[in-house]
């Protein structure tokens, strides 16, 4: 153990000969603890946020999306399953039918997607798992539908409403004169089951057989919208959505999850990033108080100082004094306020103390990686208060004394 640590330990443990002095250097390590539990509990909160916010996403979004590049639709050819077969790191496959539509129920109109399905799509995503009344679509009954619950608000249509049906509709192609008695094609359908998820994802779809959506469409027996594929835990989404691009060339789009969720993931990394900086400007702000209390320290030990440099200790080393002790200041409060963080967190992931909604508790999730950074962050802004505080000494100051 070193001279200068060997006497920063005892002075740290210490009580000094002014009682305001003590009470500053509590003050200062409650800030510590307090700002590193903040810190800490902030992470987490945005990490278990962000877990929660990717598992809706599992709900509407493939692992990967193979699209047309131009136009709304390709063929689905024996070249196109020979790729897929071929790679095996894709584990389901669904084919998909998707376009803008209008619907009509009881006098009421909305906007919205018809998203034809076939029988592997709730093996893709997790679609079945967001159904909150009623059931998933059974491919063996014709003219069934799900729908988004803010649609269903939205229309005042119920599950299992044997009455009226939803009517969907979508423009005939072509140009010139258009009857107005005949413009659309249309199909109606009974709604059996009501999902739920994102907002944009409620208010999106209406989910049919992908026999029926063709049938609306006039899309040909192999027209398709998108491919939505679901790979296995092994696969990376990035090389094997490049491998894909490659195989398929040019004239197909294809894109990860965190692609056609660009914007999504983006807004909560760099909330979770901002949220970062201003609790380390509250961290900041507390370790103040540390640089203020190695001050005070160093004027309350002014006579002690001088003996130890009349007994031939350097003036770095006694800078290193206090460099030692606001460092384990700011150390010992981190540890303390990590093990409260960690207790907090820990607590709220068993007992839901904080809720969200009635149902849903706030999501936390306890990682190391948000432990290194609370520790990582502490420190370095404690070792660097401590080297501000002690650079206040100096020859003259020690001999004055």
Do not use: C, H
């Not at 001279?3 to 800030?31: D, E, H, P, V």
């Amino acid at each position: 153990m070193s001279f200068s640590f060997y006497i920063a330990k005892r002075y740290l443990f210490s009580k000094t000969s002014t009682n305001a002095i003590n009470i500053i250097t509590i003050i200062a390590s409650f800030g510590v603890v307090v700002s590193s539990i903040a810190l800490f509990v902030i992470l987490s909160g945005f990490s278990g946020l962000r877990t929660f916010s990717y598992s809706l996403l599992d709900v509407s979004e493939p692992d990967i999306k193979i699209s047309a590049a131009i136009g709304k639709s390709f063929y689905f050819t024996d070249a196109i399953q020979t790729i897929l077969d071929s790679n095996p790191t894709i584990e389901e496959v669904s084919k998909v039918i998707e376009e803008r539509v209008f619907l009509e129920y009881n006098g009421k109109n909305e906007i919205s997607y018809i998203k034809g399905v076939d029988q592997n799509y709730n093996k893709v995503t997790q679609i079945d798992s967001a159904i909150v009344v009623g059931n998933w679509l059974d491919f063996q009954f014709v003219n069934t539908a799900v729908l988004g619950r803010t649609i269903s608000n939205k229309l005042s249509v119920g599950v299992y409403n044997f009455g009226e049906a939803l009517q969907i509709m979508i423009p005939k192609p072509g140009t010139g004169f258009i009857n107005p008695q005949n413009a659309f094609y249309k199909t109606k359908v009974q709604i059996v089951g009501l999902y739920t998820g994102t907002e944009d994802f409620e208010n999106k779809y209406v989910f049919t057989t992908l026999d029926q959506a063709k049938n609306l469409l006039r899309f040909e027996g192999n027209q398709l919208s998108s491919i939505e594929l679901k790979l296995t835990s092994e696969g990376n989404p990035d090389e094997i959505a490049s491998a894909l691009q490659k195989q398929l060339g040019d004239q197909f789009r294809i894109q990860t999850k965190a692609q056609l969720n660009a914007v999504f993931y983006k807004v909560i990394n760099t909330e979770n990033f901002v949220s970062y900086l201003i609790f380390t400007l509250i961290a900041i702000v507390a370790l103040f108080n540390v640089i203020g209390a190695i001050i005070m320290m160093i004027i309350d030990k002014k006579s002690n100082l001088k003996t130890l440099f009349n007994l031939g200790a350097t003036l770095k080393e006694v800078k290193s004094i206090f460099v030692y002790q606001g460092f384990l200041l700011s150390f010992l409060g981190m540890m303390l306020g990590l093990l409260l963080g960690v207790i907090l967190v820990i607590l709220q992931q068993k007992y839901s103390l904080f809720m969200i909604t009635d149902t849903i508790p706030y999501p936390v999730e306890l990682r190391f990686s948000n432990i290194l950074i609370v520790f990582v962050t502490i420190t370095i802004l404690g070792f660097v208060a401590a080297k501000i505080a002690s650079s206040r000494l100096s020859k003259v100051f020690i001999k004055k004394a």
